[in-house]
């Protein structure tokens, strides 16, 4: 059973459209990540939710909405794209432990977006 | 910020042992260090962590300097599979997210 699962997997759409990306997870986890790999492969954090609420937010446009409507689930809309927004995003989770230690993030198998 | 420093890439034989570098000189008491590592075309995966001791798990052992400011990822056989960008990361306790560097390309040859 995959972990942390990812719709659509590849997304190919024009300039100035609006889609969405969807996450999931089965493993129970309470917080939830969106991250972007770039063209050069750079992988920066985004968003971050726990327990459906959201806790960090990076310098993102606007344009960039989360939204959790329950714990396994994490979706990303996207307004008006650019062609700068062609890149890999991955959702990911993590489970907050009692022992003070970073808790192993589980990553999904990403989404190829590219804006024409 | 990434806070490491490591190699741009590596290459090893198949089936050698494959010692990845990491230099954190800045680390602070609570880091942890972290790594992962990413296949083509796939997501981040967990590999091991630790704080101060050296760690053992199925998929590679950590070798942490004494004072911390560096550490070396080993890979006891490395195989065509393992071949992926390897990433050091600090961690602060709690659910923040990771920060990633550029990490180590290791290729491994046949």
């Known amino acids: 059973d995959t972990a942390v699962s990812q719709t659509p997997k590849y997304l190919v759409t024009q300039m100035g459209n609006d889609k969405s990306i969807k996450c999931e997870q089965n493993l129970g986890h309470d917080t939830m990540y969106w991250y972007k790999q770039d063209s050069k492969k750079f992988l920066k954090i985004m968003f971050s939710?726990?327990?459906?609420?959201?806790?960090i937010n990076e310098t993102v446009p606007n344009r960039f909405s989360p939204k959790s409507p329950d714990k396994a689930h994490l979706n990303l809309h996207i307004n008006s794209l650019e062609l700068g927004d062609s890149a890999v995003y991955f959702c990911?989770?993590?489970?907050?432990?009692?022992?003070?230690?970073?808790?192993?993030?589980?990553f999904g198998p990403g989404t190829r977006l590219l804006v024409l | 910020d990434a806070k490491t420093t490591q190699p741009n890439s590596m290459e090893s034989n198949e089936e050698e042992p494959v010692h990845l570098p990491c230099n954190h000189s800045t680390i602070s008491g609570t880091d942890y260090i972290h790594w992962y590592r990413q296949l083509p075309s796939q997501g981040p995966e967990y590999v091991i962590h630790g704080l101060t001791s050296n760690v053992n798990n199925r998929m590679a052992s950590l070798a942490i300097a004494e004072d911390r400011k560096s550490s070396t990822l080993i890979l006891h056989r490395a195989t065509l599979r393992d071949a992926a960008v390897y990433y050091c990361i600090l961690t602060f306790s709690g659910n923040t997210p990771l920060v990633f560097g550029k990490g180590t390309r290791l290729s491994v040859i046949a």
């Open positions: 939710y726990n327990n459906k609420e959201l806790i």
């Open positions: 990911a989770s993590s489970q907050l432990g009692s022992g003070g230690d970073q808790e192993t993030q589980y």
